[in-house]
Nanobody
Framework: QVQLQESGPGLLKPSQMLSLTCTVS??????????WNWIRQPPGKGLEWMGA???????YYSPSLKSRTSISRDTSKNQFSLQLSSVTPEDTAVYYC???????????????WGQGTQVTVSS
């Protein structure tokens, strides 16, 4: 059973950098052919895909967030991380990490999710 757990600060001030880590257990982030994703949900809105890092280390970003987003991984710890720079109150959301088991095959299919972590940006 694959499990994902997000961790990171819950409160940030505008202009700060958001850093979140997803720790994966029960499966390796280097196993073909999965991609490991960051997805967020602002209050009262739908899910927004932010980006992903694939099993081979390739990264993909939402065009709307690309200039502020970086996703990396630490294979020795079986973790992947999100950095989002210059946050504003509009970045307030529940942030999820999730595994896509259909990487490279067309429609995404997220089969395992973390429980989500609330991030609030406020002065």
């Amino acid at each position: 059973q694959v499990q994902l757990q997000e961790s990171g600060p819950g409160l940030l001030k505008p202009s700060q950098m958001l850093s979140l880590t997803c720790t994966v257990s029960g499966g390796s982030i280097t196993t073909s052919y999965y991609a490991w994703n960051w997805i967020r949900q602002p209050p009262g809105k739908g899910l927004e895909w932010m980006g992903a890092i694939a099993y081979d280390g390739s990264t993909y970003y939402s065009p709307s967030l690309k200039s502020r987003t970086s996703i990396s991984r630490d294979t020795s710890k079986n973790q992947f991380s999100l950095q989002l720079s210059s946050v504003t109150p509009e970045d307030t959301a529940v942030y999820y990490c999730a595994r896509d088991r259909n990487y490279g095959l067309g429609q995404h299919e997220y089969d395992y999710w973390g429980q989500g972590t609330q991030v609030t940006v406020s002065s």
